[in-house]
Nanobody, 118 residues
Framework: QVQLVESGGGLVQPGGSLRLSCAAS????????MGWYRQAPGKQRELIAS???GVTTNYAGRFTISRDNVKNTVYLQMNSLKSEDTAVYYC????????????????WGQGTQVTVSS
């Protein structure tokens, strides 16, 4: 059973920083493409950044996605946060849970709320 557990969300002032974590289990993490998405109220879920199996860090403007293949964890470092960054942030994994009958499936975490407000 694949599980993705996000943490690190919360309330932050404009201009501040947060680091989200997503601990994965039950998936061949080193081979999975990991991503962070967000969904603001009344809006569609959007991709922030993704990182493939052979990369450890990827930059997307004010955000940096990184992964630790030993800890099976992906991170999202968010800097210079703005009110429009307020949303529920979701971890996503595209990978297989088994080497036998290897098949890439899509998995989602439960989401963590990030609120940027003074």
């Amino acid at each position: 059973q694949v599980q993705l557990v996000e943490s690190g969300g919360g309330l932050v002032q404009p201009g501040g920083s947060l680091r989200l974590s997503c601990a994965a289990s039950g998936i061949i993490f080193s081979r999975a493409t990991m991503g962070w998405y967000r969904q603001a109220p009344g809006k569609q879920r959007e991709l922030i950044a993704s990182i493939t199996s052979g990369v450890t860090t990827n930059y997307a403007g004010r955000f940096t996605i990184s992964r630790d293949n030993v800890k099976n964890t992906v991170y999202l470092q968010m800097n210079s946060l703005k009110s429009e960054d307020t949303a529920v942030y979701y971890c996503n994994a595209k990978g297989s849970s088994t080497w036998i009958n290897y098949r890439v499936n899509d998995y989602w975490g439960q989401g963590t709320q990030v609120t940027v407000s003074s």
